[in-house]
Nanobody, 124 residues
Framework: VQLQASGGGLVQAGDSLRLSCVESGRTGSPNVMGWFRQAPGKEREFVAVISRSGGRTDYADSVRGRFTISRDKPKNTVYLQMNSLKPEDTAVYYC??????????????????WGQGTLVTVSS
């Protein structure tokens, strides 16, 4: 499985961005997909997760109500719509594929594959 993340950039506080993560090389049922981020000098942290069907989602408290995760299964693509961006959202964003359980979706160690990351910079 390969994951290709894109969509990052430099924006101002209050702006929006949409990240994309294209999954290729997968056989069988869809994976649980998640987004994590890592700011300079900090550990990678959970942002959002979506179930195989797309019917369940979960978010970190810091982004709940501002970010929306979704998936387009025919396109093998997961999106992260980020609205009302804040300077503290500045980080490299990584998408991950989890062949296990949705309930482990906020656990970095549960993911089997990772994309290369895309940088989001929010200026004040």
């Amino acid at each position: 499985v390969q994951l290709q993340a894109s969509g990052g950039g430099l924006v101002q506080a209050g702006d929006s961005l949409r990240l994309s993560c294209v999954e290729s090389g997968r056989t069988g049922s869809p994976n649980v997909m998640g987004w994590f981020r890592q700011a300079p000098g900090k550990e990678r942290e959970f942002v959002a997760v979506i179930s195989r069907s797309g019917g369940r989602t979960d978010y970190a408290d810091s982004v709940r109500g501002r970010f929306t995760i979704s998936r387009d299964k025919p396109k093998n693509t997961v999106y992260l719509q980020m609205n009302s961006l804040k300077p503290e959202d500045t980080a490299v964003y990584y998408c991950g594929a989890n062949q296990g359980f949705f309930d482990d979706g906020n656990d970095f160690s549960a993911y089997d594959y990772w994309g290369q990351g895309t940088l989001v910079t929010v200026s004040s």
